[in-house]
């Protein structure tokens, strides 16, 4: 976490997002959406089903393209995709019967730098294998990728975004399906990349992992509700807001997210 | 042993037994590589269509006398374009969109030949191949396209293999995945348009997925199953042209139930995988997935 003063806030930026509004064919899934996330944060993006999470991350991928407004990724709008956003998106959307190896999605990671055509070589093979030490999967490598657990799962996909050099992971619900222990494990390994100087973005339903180990929280429900500090943002007002009817508070003060 | 050995060597004597041999393996090695893109993808459905497709193209291609190659070319081409280009509008689903333009194409070529004279036999002969009436420059252009079709399956297998994966990410790190994803329709129409001769259009399909199939039952990686699909679709050709000469029967016929054949034999046996071993209660075939 930084405390940075206002005039020097824009420097430190890995994701700066403007006025921007997106949907599909008439209808909006964003709308006024501007907010910031500093470098080298454990933010988290939280907000309602359909509230336009994943449209977001769309955006900042470059796989989305907005009616207006702009995304700025360390402070470059063009393209900003092409190694510096690495992104894990929700298992679900994955294809875990295809016959590839863990280490074959991992090389993955480096097929936007290699270009058309060109093989991965010795540096890739080599970052890739790194990769895969980082997130401990290292003897999984030659495995089909179906054959891993859920949570070995999302570390092969953070190994890619590695592997890729990635400096901004935009990861689309890791948490969801993990037992306790490999939500924990999972959690632990978030917490060292941001240590090392990643800067990580992570849709989840998890309100309670947000508010207890992240540094700062985006809550959205079609629009920006808050962003900052996950203790300023999660106000009973504010989550009320993003979570209209969803959201229950209980007398005791504890909340649940139906 | 003479008799034994003539078994073997007589069907070869005959140059269109050795044409059509050269043409089955072509074709079924091509199809075999290709058709793994296919069954990984879901895309069985378009596999099927655009022979039939091609149908079109081929029967008037036949009645003006031009090249079958090329009508059937154009026709599975300009088909696959069509239901991508009307799916992609958003109103109609792709399926949907298959399932109207390839019978009106195919609908289109049997109104074409009924108005030629031979009409019960040419029209036998396209719909089901037949691989002993092929010429050797049907083999040339076979092995010309077919070679075409590897050599970009080999040149840009990265590619393919990361638009067929996830597609989302590679569009992310700037492939144009919606070009790859034409390319193997592209793929997909040229290997029919070279198998027709070989198995007619109705079977083409059955080239394209079965070896494929059997492959992925015996191997677990993508290169893998590309080349046991391959060896699995020649080796349905061969023995298929055997039990044809043999046996008196349809060459298309034999070559598509030899694959059927050794696609039950690995479904039933496959190493850990197959049904038998499965049904087989002292043993676990399959590591359980860790959770």
Same mark, same amino acid.
């Given at each position: 976490?930084?405390?940075?003063?206002?005039? %020097?806030?824009?420097?430190?930026?890995?994701?700066?997002?403007?006025?921007?509004?997106?949907?599909?064919?008439?209808?909006? =899934?964003? %709308?006024?959406?501007?907010?910031?996330?500093?470098?080298?944060?454990? =933010?988290?993006?939280?907000?309602?089903?359909?509230?336009?999470?994943?449209?977001? @991350?769309?955006?900042?991928?470059?796989?989305?393209?907005?009616?207006?407004?702009?995304?700025?990724?360390?402070?470059?709008?063009?393209?900003?995709?092409?190694?510096?956003?690495?992104?894990?998106?929700?298992?679900?959307?994955?294809?875990?019967?295809?016959?590839?190896?863990?280490?074959?999605?991992?090389?993955?990671?480096?097929?936007?730098?290699?270009?058309?055509?060109?093989?991965?070589?010795?540096?890739?093979?080599?970052?890739?294998?790194? =990769?895969?030490?980082?997130?401990?999967?290292?003897?999984?490598?030659?495995?089909?990728?179906?054959?891993?657990?859920?949570?070995?799962?999302?570390?092969?996909?953070?190994?890619?975004?590695? =592997?890729?050099?990635?400096?901004? @992971?935009? @990861?689309?619900?890791?948490?969801?399906?993990? /037992?306790?222990?490999?939500?924990? /494990?999972?959690?632990?390994?978030?917490?060292?990349?941001?240590?090392?100087?990643?800067?990580?973005?992570?849709?989840?339903?998890?309100?309670?992992?947000?508010?207890?180990?992240?540094?700062?929280?985006?809550?959205?429900?079609?629009?920006?509700?808050?962003?900052?500090?996950?203790? /300023?943002?999660?106000?009973?007002?504010?989550?009320?807001?993003?979570?209209?009817?969803?959201?229950?508070?209980?007398?005791?003060?504890?909340?649940?997210?139906? | 042993?003479?008799?034994?050995?003539?078994?073997?060597?007589?069907?070869?004597?005959?140059?269109?037994?050795?044409?059509?041999?050269?043409?089955?393996?072509?074709?079924?090695?091509?199809?075999?590589?290709?058709?793994?893109?296919?069954?990984?993808?879901?895309?069985?459905?378009?596999?099927?269509?655009?022979?039939?497709?091609?149908?079109?193209?081929?029967?008037?291609?036949?009645?003006?006398?031009?090249?079958?190659?090329?009508?059937?070319?154009?026709?599975?081409?300009?088909?696959?374009?069509?239901?991508?280009?009307? !799916?992609?509008?958003?109103?109609?689903?792709?399926?949907?969109?298959?399932?109207?333009?390839?019978?009106?194409?195919?609908?289109?070529?049997?109104?074409?030949?009924?108005?030629?004279?031979?009409?019960?036999?040419?029209?036998?002969?396209? &719909?089901?191949?037949?691989?002993?009436? &092929?010429?050797?420059?049907?083999?040339?252009?076979?092995?010309?396209?077919?070679?075409?079709?590897?050599?970009?399956?080999?040149?840009?297998?990265?590619?393919?293999?990361?638009?067929?994966?996830?597609?989302?990410?590679?569009?992310?790190?700037?492939?144009?995945?919606?070009?790859?994803?034409?390319?193997?329709?592209?793929?997909?129409?040229?290997?029919?348009?070279?198998?027709?001769?070989?198995?007619?259009?109705?079977?083409?399909?059955?080239?394209?997925?079965?070896?494929?199939?059997?492959?992925?039952?015996?191997?677990?990686?993508?290169?893998?199953?590309?080349?046991?699909?391959?060896?699995?679709?020649?080796?349905?050709?061969?023995?298929?042209?055997?039990?044809?000469?043999?046996?008196?029967? !349809?060459?298309?016929?034999?070559? &598509?139930?030899?694959?059927?054949?050794?696609?039950?034999?690995?479904?039933?046996?496959?190493?850990?995988?197959?049904?038998?071993?499965?049904?087989?209660?002292?043993?676990?075939?399959?590591?359980?997935?860790?959770?």
């Amino acid at each position: 976490m930084s405390f940075e003063t206002e005039h %020097e806030s824009h420097s430190g930026c890995a994701v700066d997002v403007r006025d921007l509004r997106a949907g599909y064919n008439s209808h909006v =899934a964003l %709308e006024d959406v501007t907010f910031t996330i500093e470098t080298g944060c454990l =933010a988290g993006l939280v907000g309602p089903n359909g509230s336009g999470k994943s449209t977001l @991350l769309k955006v900042m991928l470059g796989l989305h393209k907005p009616w207006s407004g702009e995304v700025l990724i360390f402070g470059h709008s063009e393209h900003p995709t092409h190694g510096h956003v690495g992104y894990t998106p929700q298992t679900e959307l994955v294809d875990w019967t295809f016959p590839v190896s863990v280490m074959d999605v991992v090389l993955m990671g480096r097929y936007g730098k290699l270009g058309l055509i060109r093989r991965p070589g010795r540096r890739d093979r080599e970052l890739a294998t790194a =990769a895969l030490e980082r997130v401990r999967l290292m003897d999984r490598a030659q495995r089909q990728i179906g054959e891993l657990s859920g949570g070995e799962q999302r570390r092969a996909l953070i190994a890619r975004a590695l =592997a890729q050099e990635a400096d901004l @992971l935009l @990861l689309d619900e890791p948490l969801a399906g993990l /037992d306790a222990t490999a939500q924990h /494990d999972l959690l632990r390994l978030l917490e060292e990349l941001r240590t090392e100087g990643k800067t990580l973005f992570v849709a989840t339903h998890d309100l309670s992992c947000v508010a207890a180990d992240f540094d700062h929280a985006v809550l959205i429900n079609r629009h920006v509700v808050a962003f900052g500090r996950p203790a /300023d943002v999660f106000t009973e007002e504010n989550l009320s807001t993003a979570f209209e009817r969803h959201l229950f508070v209980l007398p005791q003060g504890t909340t649940i997210i139906a | 042993m003479n008799e034994f050995a003539n078994f073997f060597t007589d069907p070869w004597q005959l140059e269109f037994m050795r044409r059509g041999l050269f043409a089955a393996i072509i074709v079924s090695v091509v199809a075999g590589i290709v058709g793994s893109y296919v069954i990984l993808k879901g895309m069985a459905f378009i596999s099927d269509a655009l022979p039939h497709a091609s149908f079109g193209g081929i029967a008037i291609a036949f009645a003006a006398g031009a090249s079958l190659y090329l009508g059937g070319a154009i026709a599975a081409l300009a088909t696959a374009l069509l239901i991508g280009f009307v !799916s992609r509008r958003g109103l109609i689903k792709y399926d949907t969109a298959i399932g109207i333009f390839f019978v009106a194409a195919f609908a289109l070529g049997l109104a074409v030949i009924q108005k030629q004279n031979n009409y019960t036999g040419d029209l036998i002969a396209l &719909v089901f191949g037949n691989v002993l009436t &092929v010429t050797w420059s049907d083999v040339y252009l076979a092995a010309a396209i077919g070679g075409a079709v590897l050599i970009f399956v080999v040149v840009f297998y990265k590619e393919l293999l990361f638009t067929s994966y996830d597609p989302a990410m590679a569009a992310a790190t700037g492939l144009p995945v919606a070009a790859f994803q034409y390319a193997l329709l592209v793929l997909v129409a040229l290997t029919t348009v070279i198998a027709v001769q070989t198995v007619g259009v109705i079977l083409v399909v059955a080239l394209l997925i079965t070896p494929a199939a059997t492959a992925q039952l015996l191997v677990r990686s993508l290169p893998a199953i590309m080349l046991v699909g391959a060896a699995i679709g020649a080796a349905s050709s061969v023995i298929g042209l055997y039990i044809a000469w043999h046996a008196d029967l !349809s060459a298309s016929a034999s070559i &598509v139930l030899t694959a059927t054949a050794l696609f039950l034999l690995a479904f039933a046996f496959a190493p850990a995988r197959g049904v038998v071993w499965q049904a087989l209660p002292t043993r676990t075939a399959v590591p359980p997935r860790s959770s």
